[in-house]
């Protein structure tokens, strides 16, 4: 696993804890946590999303090795993998709700997005510009030596201000 924030545990229960909260967020596609754990569940969320799209049979013995339950994964490989095949990431929201009453930790919901019930509509996709065509250094510097305006040498003639 790659670097995470500590969140004030020790590896074995910081791993346990991420994994089980991957698991109940692809069960229920939505849940209340921390902002720190929910800005970690999403990363996981998301690899573990595009690991159902891939579809082989690596990719689910690498899910089964993360998330917790056969329903868990069964839906991950058929329901979300069908719905996202065509976002290339992002396919959790993390929104912020409240403050926890006992310790004030900043709470927050994160949540699949294009799902029913969603707390909040996603934005639509933005069409992507139109490549330009890249131009060799040559004549990217002979194109813009063109366009420049001649450099007016200063005579003495001229009165100053």
């Not at 791993?15 to 939505?30: A, D, G, P, Y």
């Not at 573990?48 to 917790?68: N, P």
């Amino acid at each position: 696993m790659t670097k995470f924030r500590k969140l004030n545990r020790h590896t074995s229960h910081r791993i346990s804890m991420l994994r089980t909260m991957v698991s109940q967020l692809v069960k229920h596609e939505r849940i209340e946590t921390t902002v720190a754990k929910a800005k970690e569940v999403r990363r996981l969320a998301d690899n573990m999303v595009q690991l159902g799209k891939e579809g082989t049979l690596c990719a689910a013995r690498r899910a089964a090795a993360f998330v917790r339950g056969d329903d868990v994964l069964h839906k991950l490989f058929t329901e979300l993998a069908y719905r996202y095949k065509d976002r290339v990431g992002g396919c959790t929201r993390l929104l912020r709700t409240r403050f926890r009453v006992g310790d004030a930790a900043p709470m927050a919901y994160i949540e699949f997005i294009d799902r029913e019930n969603e707390l909040r509509q996603s934005k639509p996709a933005v069409p992507q510009p139109p490549q330009r065509v890249a131009l060799d250094p040559w004549a990217r510097s002979r194109l813009t030596r063109q366009f420049a305006a001649p450099k007016q040498p200063r005579s003495s003639s001229e009165p100053e201000d």
